[in-house]
T-cell receptor, first 115, second 110 residues
Framework: EPEVTQTPSHQVTQMGQEVILRCVPI?????FYWYRQILGQKVEFLVS????????KSEIFDDQFSVERPDGSNFTLKIRSTKLEDSAMYFC?????????????FGAGTRLSVL | DAKTTQPNSMESNEEEPVHLPCNHS???????IHWYRQLPSQGPEYVIH???SNVNNRMASLAIAEDRKSSTLILHRATLRDAAVYYC???????????FGTGTRLKVLA
């Protein structure tokens, strides 16, 4: 069964450093998403991406965050200058269509630890 | 704002059916109802979705009230592997985000 792949599974970084989280969505999907989950809290929507541009973003997704689809297979989330409060699980998801009836498929996540 | 309301937690005995309720009283006519679950230390996983009619798949059944203001996820025979947080979401066609609430933590007792 096709799956969304995320790397690395765990990323440790120092406060102020830049990090890039990587995702390989399901190959025929066109819509891509990033979510985060702070330990013990709910899953929070960050951003959606379609046709090489951001479709929607939440208030969390400020200027420190950016997303990119650098080639035909990868989808990345960059955090420019990490803060302690960025420590969380980050989930990538993809779907064949936008919200509504379309199913989102999630990766296993990247645990980001900011020291 | 998730715009859905679910109980924080529920318990079930193994091998018995489980009915997980969700209230979405402000749902609009074009909103779909989705259910996802999150097993410990994993990403969310799709369970089932529907618009107006009841739906069945290999994982579960979804019963949608006639006025669509509530729905119930039915696990026909709970197993220990079904212990997870279950999320009920409303999704609107033409939008590009899925808003998760706090979900229902299901505990399955052996």
């Amino acid at each position: 069964e096709p799956e969304v792949t995320q790397t690395p599974s765990h990323q440790v970084t120092q406060m102020g450093q830049e990090v890039i989280l990587r995702c390989v969505p399901i190959s025929n999907h066109l819509y891509f998403y990033w979510y985060r989950q702070i330990l013990g809290q709910k899953v929070e929507f960050l951003v959606s991406f379609y046709n090489n541009e951001i479709s929607e973003k939440s208030e969390i997704f400020d200027d420190q965050f950016s997303v990119e689809r650098p080639d035909g297979s990868n989808f990345t989330l960059k955090i420019r200058s990490t803060k302690l409060e960025d420590s969380a699980m980050y989930f990538c998801a993809s779907s064949s269509g936008g919200a509504g009836k379309n199913i989102q498929y999630f990766g296993a996540g990247t645990r980001l630890s900011v020291l | 704002d998730a715009k859905t309301t679910q109980p924080n937690s529920m318990e079930s005995n193994e091998e018995e059916p489980v009915h997980l309720p969700c209230n979405h009283s402000t749902i609009s006519g074009t909103d779909y109802i989705h259910w996802y679950r999150q097993l410990p230390s994993q990403g969310p996983e799709y369970v089932i979705h529907g618009l107006t009619s009841n739906v069945n798949n290999r994982m579960a059944s979804l019963a949608i009230a006639e006025d669509r203001k509530s729905s119930t996820l039915i696990l026909h025979r709970a197993t220990l592997r079904d212990a997870a947080v279950y999320y009920c979401l409303r999704t609107t066609s033409g939008t590009y985000k899925y808003i998760f609430g706090t979900g229902t933590r299901l505990k399955v007792l052996a």
